[in-house]
């Protein structure tokens, strides 16, 4: 989530209003009848306890702090957990590349996720042609925790291609059932109203079918609203 000074007025305004997702919304994450449940929230504010389950996400890569290619947002956000609790994630599939009718999954590019910061200090996982385990983001202290690992869009080079890519993850924690599956669609200098096509899509063709990313493995997409 950016960080800076945020009015009251708008503080005022998102708490009255509800979460639309976008890149000032975190992955919020709470335990429901024992399993892990992802909704948006900010960080900022913190969560009311009835906000609705969110599974589709955003973020705007590039930045002066982690280069071109990377950013810290989404970030992932607790506040409702119990001590001591465990939350990490798992990559379930290829980087997929918006095409304009859905996501190719058969590009060069990969999506790194690391922490830099804790022990044993930096760690990271790269997105393969399929599910590779991830790692622990953070353990819950009074209740919960506020973590932005970095995403970098790795490619041919070093340099990928513009577009905007989508990343399909699941949150995990010891004795506790795996999340559904939710998607981080991230735009490299894209026009907005592409970035926003494709969040669309996924939320109208992945998010009632878990599993149509490993369907159809050349041509996947969604849609959503944007703050």
Do not use: K
Not at 166 to 194: G, H, K, M, R, Y
Request: glycine share 14%.
């Amino acid at each position: 989530m950016r960080r800076g000074v945020v009015s009251l007025f708008a503080l005022g305004a998102l708490a009255s209003a509800g979460f639309a997702h976008g890149e000032d919304v975190d992955i919020g994450v709470r335990v429901v009848a024992g399993a892990l449940e992802t909704f948006g929230v900010s960080d900022v504010l913190g969560s009311t306890g009835d906000e609705p389950v969110e599974r589709v996400f955003a973020g705007e890569l590039g930045s002066i702090e982690f280069g071109p290619n990377g950013i810290d947002d989404p970030g992932f956000f607790a506040d409702t957990l119990t001590d001591g609790t465990a939350v990490g994630f798992n990559i379930r599939a290829a980087l997929g590349r918006w095409n304009g009718a859905g996501f190719d999954l058969s590009i060069s590019e990969t999506m790194t996720i690391a922490r830099f910061f804790g022990s044993p200090g930096q760690i990271d996982a790269a997105s393969g042609v399929g599910f590779v385990p991830g790692f622990t983001l953070a353990t819950a202290s009074g209740g919960g925790f506020d973590e932005h690992p970095v995403y970098i869009l790795n490619g041919p080079g070093g340099t990928p291609a513009d577009g905007v890519y989508l990343l399909e993850l699941e949150v995990t924690s010891p004795a506790l059932q795996t999340s559904l599956p939710l998607w981080i669609v991230f735009n490299l200098n894209t026009d907005e109203a592409i970035h926003d096509e494709a969040i669309e899509w996924v939320e109208a063709n992945l998010v009632p079918s878990p599993g149509v990313l490993a369907a159809a493995p050349l041509a996947l997409g969604a849609r959503r609203r944007r703050r």
